[in-house]
């Protein structure tokens, strides 16, 4: 099955929505903001951790997140990987030490300016010490014990795996939180294929 088949079945079904102009459109009128996010790893004492940071600002103020942000026009996704770790942490890593585990669309149709999709990258290799910027502050923490109640609510379904080299490609719905997963398209997630009534309408 293609990757894509949940996301035009989600289309037909509940991506019909209403804007200001008071004329409808789909969400596949627009081309969804391409952004990036990059899991470093290292051992310490024999045991695995990941570099996240506490959003300080913006989109997802207060979550544990990746390094990474929007990509500039034209500009490729490890590219911007790169420089997103750069300005968030300090750290210089070359392209080519960026492994690629994941596509993640995500579909807000309550609040369509925030739906995007998401290049992921995990990386092993880089020179220097993170530090905390204007829009992070930095911490390492377990693989095996994530933080996941702190982090966006997809995480708890892709990112496990992802840090262990699965590469997804997976869209996600939220509801009308604008915080909570409440459909994907893959049936191994355990989420359903079309938003449960309400959950759009936070009824």
Same mark, same amino acid.
């Given at each position: 099955m293609s990757p894509w088949s949940g996301v035009f079945r989600l289309s037909l079904n509940c991506w019909q929505q209403r804007v200001p102009e008071g004329r409808?459109?789909? $969400?596949?009128?627009?081309? $969804? *903001?391409? @952004?990036?996010v990059t899991y470093l790893l290292r051992e310490s004492e024999g045991v695995p951790e990941v570099l996240?940071?506490? %959003?300080?600002r913006g989109l997802g103020v207060g979550k544990l997140v990746g390094l990474g942000g929007k $990509?500039?026009?034209?500009?490729?996704?490890r590219s911007a990987a790169v420089r997103e770790i750069d300005e968030e942490s300090g750290l210089f890593v070359a392209k080519e030490s960026l492994q690629p585990v994941g596509m993640l669309t995500y579909l807000f149709?309550? %609040?369509p300016a925030w739906s995007q999709e998401s290049w992921v990258y995990l990386c092993r290799d880089w020179i220097g010490e993170p530090v905390d910027s204007d829009e992070l502050s $930095?911490?390492?923490?377990? @693989? !095996?014990k994530l933080p996941l109640g702190e982090m966006w609510s997809d995480a708890q379904y892709w990112l496990p795996a992802a840090l262990r080299g699965t590469f997804t490609r997976t869209s996600f719905v939220f509801g009308a939180d604008l915080s909570t !997963?409440? !459909?994907c398209?893959? *049936?191994d997630f355990g989420l359903p294929a079309v938003?449960? *009534?309400g959950s759009l309408s936070g009824k």
């Open positions: 409808w459109r789909t $969400l596949f009128d627009m081309v $969804l *903001p391409q @952004v990036c996240l940071g506490r %959003k300080r $990509l500039h026009p034209g500009e490729h996704p149709p309550t %609040k $930095l911490s390492w923490y377990s @693989v !095996a !997963a409440v !459909a398209d893959n *049936p938003p449960p *009534p």
